[in-house]
């Protein structure tokens, strides 16, 4: 990629005002209905919010919470942050009223940006910015972004990043990482407030990269953006991956995707079968995978061509290191399954911290929940989170390997697979269903005859419950456990 050397130490701001004389008229991020965002106006119009959230009473240190939709709002929200030094902490534009309470509390920000309070300063559309064009002192807000997590327990928590918001020879290598190129496009289908698609977004901008951002993932949409800007990278999750792919043959494979050399997968768990066919389709050497978590203490990384000799694996680490141990702590041999342990290396400050919630530590190592396995070689292969294991009659289902079965079934849209009290077995194994839109419905003996061929009689589901509505977000994200609560205590 092109050298950026020359930002090296330069706070995000004026990493901007920098693309802004060098860039000026050129696209920095176009949305779906065609309006665009220039590097000079993104820089005009951040400096002006910049001062307006300083009139509101927001300064450095100062968390913005971010309520906005993908949207130019959203990104010149988060510049506008870092320009006075405070920290863009995003969530969902469509949170419920009492979980946006929840995070207002933790985070007690200066401003809201995307929906009005009652309880702080806020700024909306519909909110006058006035025109002030002043320079602002150069400062590093402490910490780059905030995002939100509820994790399996549904409690949000914030995790506070460890770096300020300057650019240095990290952020260059994890934008190479990423595929993103000075000049060239990125395809953003995913909610920014979601912690991959904000570090790709972000990324990309600011090595002066152009953004082409989808205000909702949609399947073809996602097709057309790619080929009419001959995009040379795009964020996705396997959720999306499915729906693309489930489009008619007709449709998805008249989209000339020839431009893209990276396609990055992320966020959950990705099945084989769909892995495979993106292979196909796209090529190995196109097609990459990320596993990590917010706090950022380690990832690894794993391109089509190494998957195809480690199927299942999500890769060796990038950054950082990961052992996997019992539940006595000691670390395993390859093979066998236990939790994921990851730390940072090469840093003496934490990535991360949280508020509103303890991390989970031993010896400078921290579990975010996830089980796996290591091989021979030192790929890490994941199982699912410990939190949705279900115990049934001793023996441990994960839920994701159930889930990839059923979407397997043309039939299926989506699926999440939780567990619900059993007086023989402990648990049972519960398929709550999304069918796709199809002439004839997806009846239950069909799909039962489906998963006889996919699964060991024990991981079948002994119920189904079928849902008009998607069962995860754009980012790919389930709360089994929200949807477990739901059935044990319906209303």
């Not at 260059?172 to 595929?179: D, P, Q, S, W």
């Not at 057309?224 to 007709?250: C, G, H, N």
């Amino acid at each position: 990629m092109g050298s950026n050397t020359d930002l090296d130490g330069m706070t995000f701001s004026a990493v901007f005002h920098t693309h802004a004389e060098a860039r000026g008229d050129r696209p920095a991020v176009t949305l779906d209905d065609g309006q665009v965002l220039s590097f000079a106006d993104l820089n005009i119009r951040a400096t002006c919010m910049a001062h307006h959230m300083i009139e509101l009473g927001a300064g450095n240190g100062s968390f913005i919470t971010i309520a906005a939709p993908n949207s130019f709002q959203f990104v010149i929200a988060c510049l506008a942050a870092w320009r006075i030094g405070a920290i863009p902490q995003p969530v969902s534009s469509r949170l419920p009223a009492a979980e946006l309470d929840a995070i207002v509390e933790l985070a007690d920000p200066a401003v809201v940006v995307g929906t009005e309070r009652d309880d702080r300063p806020f700024i909306t559309e519909a909110t006058t910015i006035p025109p002030k064009y002043d320079p602002l002192p150069d400062v590093a807000s402490p910490s780059w972004k905030a995002p939100t997590s509820g994790g399996s327990t549904g409690r949000p928590k914030l995790i506070v990043a460890g770096d300020p918001a300057i650019y240095g020879e990290g952020l260059e290598r994890r934008a190479e990482m990423i595929g993103a190129e000075p000049g060239e496009t990125m395809v953003m289908p995913g909610p920014l407030y979601h912690n991959g698609p904000f570090i790709w977004m972000w990324g990309a901008l600011l090595v002066g990269g152009h953004i082409a951002l989808l205000h909702r993932f949609d399947a073809e949409k996602t097709l057309e953006t790619i080929e009419r800007t001959t995009a040379t990278s795009v964020y996705l999750v396997p959720t999306m991956m499915q729906r693309m792919w489930k489009l008619p043959d007709d449709i998805k494979f008249s989209y000339d995707l020839s431009s893209m050399r990276k396609a990055f997968h992320l966020a959950e768990p990705c099945p084989k079968w769909l892995k495979e066919a993106w292979i196909d389709w796209i090529g190995p050497e196109n097609l990459w995978e990320l596993y990590g978590g917010t706090e950022g203490q380690a990832a690894t990384t794993i391109s089509g061509v190494e998957w195809l000799e480690h199927p299942g694996s999500v890769g060796r680490p990038a950054a950082g290191a990961m052992k996997v141990c019992g539940e006595d702590g000691d670390d395993l041999p390859p093979g066998e399954v236990g939790e994921v342990w990851m730390r940072p290396v090469g840093r003496d400050t934490p990535t991360y911290r949280y508020i509103g919630a303890e991390a989970e530590t031993r010896d400078g190592w921290d579990c975010l929940g996830d089980i796996g396995w290591i091989d021979e070689d030192g790929f890490l292969y994941l199982a699912d989170r410990r939190a949705d294991m279900i115990l049934v009659g001793g023996a441990n289902v994960f839920p994701a390997e159930v889930e990839a079965a059923i979407n397997l079934h043309p039939g299926v849209a989506s699926s999440a697979v939780i567990g619900l009290p059993d007086d023989e077995k402990g648990n049972r194994i519960h398929a709550i269903v999304q069918p796709t839109t199809r002439p004839d419905p997806l009846a239950e003996n069909e799909l039962v005859s489906h998963l006889a061929e996919h699964l060991v009689a024990y991981k079948l589901p002994r119920s189904f419950e079928f849902v008009e509505e998607p069962l995860r977000d754009d980012a790919g994200k389930v709360r089994r456990a929200e949807l477990r609560n739901k059935r044990l205590n319906p209303t």
